[in-house]
């Protein structure tokens, strides 16, 4: 059965780092986009203290590489493009700071949890389950490594989680919706209007945009300083890590003993376990009672074909639903509890050998065959032995990084160079080169300020610093050359410069083509005015606010004006992302009674939920004022 996970454990990672993103980013990286990011702490390994608690860089990058993916993962092809409108680097921070703030001061209320609740809350998780029981400590331990997580990092954080969760029922339970509100509420979400519009797309300008040297030169004068270059670092630099350092790691006998004894109750122990095959008959929500029944008709018919003496792996392997129906039904060995409660009750108060009677879960029907069961106890020594070696030659070697790395520092003391180090009879180790600013993100390390704080104390070209702590291990730099801060000549950006003004050009003939169409239908109507003008008038479909114009994009910024427009009236030249926009209302209409009724539930639902969330920021705001946070 292990073996069988493991070959679905790339998967299940992908599954769990969407689990530990979720707690990161919806729990505690959603509250806002206020706060600053920079300053002297940024140059250390902690970014912020919250009350003297630290949040140190490991944290905060771990936090903003989750946040990443999670938009990559919303917005796919439209990431590139979202993100130039996020400050996510801000964002995370002061959600991270105000994470604190709120265990803070749950912590002082006397919220707490117990390691129970965080055991159950993970055994309940999918993302640990396989066919409905848990996929045992070592496949978890391995999860949490592939992503850079321990069990106690993990566990910690999913405390976190369940501390924050009765802190935030805390603040909001009182939190109540009337009537009007809810009735206001889906009005408004449900009110649609229908506009004549022009539009004035940008990019149909471009080419009518006629551009001289003298202008383009001017311009570049004038905006120059938004091209001035910052001062960079041009290095050479390698990084010493565990895996390069655990082949040098010698255990002991003693030292295995120690870690198996140290961690037997831990690690090594097995409970009670039962070893089962069963044949499932699912279920689902969709079904009709009518089908149910004919279901369990069957289900109690394989049952006394199996208590009859028919070959139980042959009616699995033919009937049962479950991915274990291609090795019989067999679902390996498992303890109390990490199936399903009426599965697991089933299986563990029967004898081997024993058939049960149908038993229904959450899955559907189950017929159970207990063909082995295991009492509890630790597991020998010498079947742990490899496993724990792997372990500690790790720890160790992440322990042995820092003094590996001091070693290469005295060797480039004594006059060896980079390549020297790298030359070395199966050295392992190779030589990155990188050219960045201090706010840059560095090749093959990302967003670093130690790093950075050590590469731009260097000015002499030949100078090493480090060691220096990245997420790789210990990296060694070598300065290159420093490359000044400069404005680059209008030549060398002139193709992005061109580009950039041609779009200014653009917008400045696409506004004035808009206003001048205002100005003529001021007299008289949109549809009046785009004939006299020679341009295209076009009816949108009735749309809801923050709606979507096929073209255009999204309507939000016409919400606070068209809602409140009368049929004929015209709006104001509105400018979009992509161009502007001249509108006249149509028709609104608003629902009718009957709808609100059938979605009365849902919107009270909705506006609950909005209405918890400005009283958790507003309050977690308020407790800042109460709480040190330095930055």
């Given at each position: 059965?292990?073996?069988t996970?493991?070959?679905?454990?790339?998967?299940?990672s992908?599954?769990?780092?969407?689990?530990?993103?979720?707690?990161?980013?919806?729990v505690?990286?959603?509250?806002?986009?206020?706060?600053?990011?920079?300053?002297?702490?940024?140059?250390?390994?902690?970014?912020a203290?919250v009350?003297?608690?630290?949040i140190?860089?490991?944290?905060?990058?771990?936090?903003?590489?989750?946040?990443?993916n999670?938009?990559?993962?919303?917005?796919?092809?439209?990431?590139?493009?979202?993100?130039?409108?996020?400050?996510?680097?801000?964002?995370?921070?002061?959600?991270l700071?105000?994470?604190?703030?709120?265990?803070?001061?749950?912590?002082?209320?006397?919220?707490?949890?117990?390691?129970?609740?965080?055991?159950?809350?993970?055994?309940?998780?999918?993302?640990?389950?396989?066919?409905?029981r848990?996929?045992?400590?070592?496949?978890?331990?391995?999860?949490?490594?592939?992503?850079?997580?321990?069990?106690?990092?993990?566990?910690?954080?999913?405390g976190?989680?369940?501390?924050?969760?009765?802190?935030?029922d805390?603040?909001?339970?009182?939190?109540?919706?009337?009537?009007?509100?809810?009735r206001?509420?889906?009005?408004?979400?449900?009110?649609?209007?229908a506009?004549?519009?022009?539009?004035?797309?940008?990019s149909?300008?471009?080419?009518?945009?006629?551009?001289?040297?003298?202008?383009?030169?001017?311009?570049?004068?004038?905006?120059?300083?938004?091209?001035?270059?910052a001062?960079?670092?041009?290095?050479?630099?390698?990084?010493v890590?565990?895996?390069?350092?655990?082949?040098?790691?010698?255990?002991?006998?003693?030292?295995?003993?120690?870690?198996?004894?140290?961690?037997?109750?831990?690690?090594?122990?097995?409970p009670?376990?039962?070893?089962?095959?069963?044949?499932?008959?699912k279920?689902n929500?969709?079904m009709?009672?009518?089908?149910?029944?004919?279901?369990?008709?069957?289900?109690?018919?394989?049952?006394?074909?199996?208590?009859?003496?028919?070959?139980?792996?042959?009616?699995?392997?033919?009937?049962?639903?479950?991915?274990?129906?291609?090795?019989?039904?067999?679902?390996?060995?498992?303890?109390?509890?990490?199936?399903?409660?009426?599965?697991?009750?089933?299986?563990?108060?029967?004898?081997?050998?024993?058939?049960?009677?149908?038993?229904?879960?959450?899955?559907?029907y189950?017929?159970?065959?207990?063909?082995?069961?295991?009492?509890?106890?630790y597991?020998?020594?010498?079947?742990?032995?490899?496993?724990?070696?792997?372990?500690?030659?790790?720890?160790?070697?992440?322990?042995?990084?820092?003094?590996?790395?001091?070693?290469?520092m005295?060797?480039?003391?004594?006059?060896?160079?980079?390549?020297?180090?790298?030359?070395?009879?199966?050295s392992?180790?190779?030589?990155?080169?990188?050219?960045?600013?201090?706010?840059?993100?560095?090749?093959?390390?990302?967003?670093?300020?130690?790093?950075?704080?050590?590469?731009?104390?260097?000015?002499?070209?030949?100078?090493?610093?480090?060691?220096?702590?990245?997420?790789?291990?210990?990296?060694?730099?070598?300065?290159?050359?420093?490359i000044e801060?400069r404005?680059p000549?209008?030549?060398?950006?002139?193709?992005?410069?061109e580009?950039?003004?041609?779009?200014?050009?653009a917008k400045?003939l696409?506004?004035?083509?808009?206003?001048?169409?205002?100005?003529?239908?001021?007299?008289?109507t949109?549809?009046?005015?785009?004939?006299?003008?020679?341009?295209?008038?076009?009816?949108s479909?009735?749309?809801?606010?923050n709606?979507?114009?096929?073209?255009?994009?999204?309507t939000?910024?016409?919400?606070?004006?068209?809602?409140?427009l009368?049929a004929?009236?015209?709006?104001?030249?509105?400018?979009?992302?992509?161009?502007?926009?001249?509108?006249?209302?149509?028709?609104?209409?608003?629902?009718?009674?009957?709808?609100?009724?059938?979605?009365?539930?849902?919107?009270?639902?909705?506006?609950?939920?909005?209405?918890?969330?400005?009283?958790?920021?507003?309050?977690?705001?308020?407790?800042r004022?109460?709480?040190?946070?330095?930055?």
């Amino acid at each position: 059965m292990l073996r069988t996970m493991r070959k679905n454990l790339k998967s299940l990672s992908v599954i769990l780092w969407l689990v530990i993103a979720a707690f990161i980013l919806s729990v505690f990286v959603t509250w806002g986009m206020k706060g600053s990011y920079g300053g002297g702490e940024m140059g250390r390994q902690i970014v912020a203290t919250v009350d003297g608690e630290p949040i140190n860089y490991k944290e905060f990058q771990h936090a903003l590489n989750n946040q990443r993916n999670l938009y990559r993962s919303l917005y796919k092809d439209r990431y590139q493009e979202m993100l130039q409108n996020l400050d996510l680097e801000q964002s995370v921070l002061d959600s991270l700071v105000d994470q604190k703030v709120a265990l803070n001061e749950a912590r002082s209320l006397g919220i707490a949890v117990t390691p129970e609740e965080v055991q159950k809350r993970i055994l309940d998780m999918p993302a640990f389950q396989q066919d409905g029981r848990f996929i045992g400590q070592e496949l978890y331990r391995q999860i949490l490594e592939m992503n850079n997580t321990t069990v106690q990092t993990f566990e910690k954080m999913v405390g976190n989680e369940i501390v924050f969760n009765r802190f935030r029922d805390l603040v909001t339970d009182a939190v109540v919706v009337s009537e009007n509100d809810i009735r206001s509420e889906y009005m408004k979400q449900n009110e649609k209007a229908a506009i004549e519009y022009v539009w004035f797309d940008y990019s149909n300008f471009k080419d009518e945009a006629e551009i001289t040297d003298e202008e383009l030169a001017a311009w570049y004068e004038e905006h120059q300083e938004d091209y001035r270059e910052a001062e960079k670092r041009e290095i050479r630099f390698l990084v010493v890590d565990a895996r390069q350092v655990q082949d040098r790691v010698e255990l002991t006998d003693e030292d295995i003993e120690y870690y198996y004894e140290d961690n037997r109750d831990a690690q090594f122990y097995s409970p009670d376990q039962v070893r089962a095959s069963h044949i499932l008959l699912k279920t689902n929500t969709t079904m009709s009672d009518e089908e149910k029944v004919k279901l369990r008709v069957h289900a109690d018919e394989l049952q006394a074909e199996a208590a009859g003496g028919a070959d139980f792996a042959e009616l699995a392997t033919e009937n049962s639903d479950d991915s274990s129906a291609s090795r019989g039904g067999d679902l390996g060995f498992f303890a109390e509890g990490a199936m399903v409660k009426p599965f697991s009750d089933a299986a563990f108060a029967m004898a081997p050998g024993e058939i049960s009677g149908v038993v229904e879960s959450a899955f559907g029907y189950h017929i159970i065959k207990v063909t082995e069961k295991k009492s509890a106890g630790y597991q020998p020594l010498e079947e742990v032995r490899e496993r724990i070696e792997r372990t500690l030659k790790m720890d160790y070697a992440r322990d042995d990084v820092p003094e590996v790395a001091a070693e290469l520092m005295d060797r480039l003391d004594q006059g060896e160079t980079l390549d020297d180090l790298a030359g070395g009879k199966d050295s392992g180790y190779t030589i990155r080169d990188a050219s960045f600013g201090y706010e840059d993100n560095i090749p093959f390390i990302g967003r670093n300020p130690a790093f950075a704080d050590a590469a731009f104390g260097l000015t002499e070209a030949g100078a090493v610093a480090g060691p220096v702590t990245v997420p790789q291990g210990s990296a060694i730099i070598s300065l290159v050359s420093v490359i000044e801060p400069r404005v680059p000549t209008l030549e060398e950006k002139r193709q992005e410069v061109e580009s950039i003004y041609r779009i200014e050009q653009a917008k400045t003939l696409a506004r004035t083509g808009a206003e001048t169409l205002l100005q003529t239908a001021a007299g008289g109507t949109l549809a009046d005015a785009a004939v006299a003008e020679g341009v295209e008038l076009k009816i949108s479909e009735p749309i809801k606010r923050n709606g979507y114009i096929e073209g255009i994009g999204s309507t939000r910024p016409l919400d606070t004006e068209v809602f409140n427009l009368e049929a004929g009236q015209l709006g104001q030249v509105t400018s979009l992302p992509n161009g502007e926009l001249v509108y006249s209302l149509k028709e609104r209409s608003s629902p009718d009674e009957d709808s609100f009724q059938q979605e009365k539930t849902n919107t009270r639902t909705q506006l609950e939920s909005s209405k918890r969330q400005l009283l958790l920021t507003s309050t977690i705001s308020e407790l800042r004022k109460h709480q040190e946070v330095i930055r």
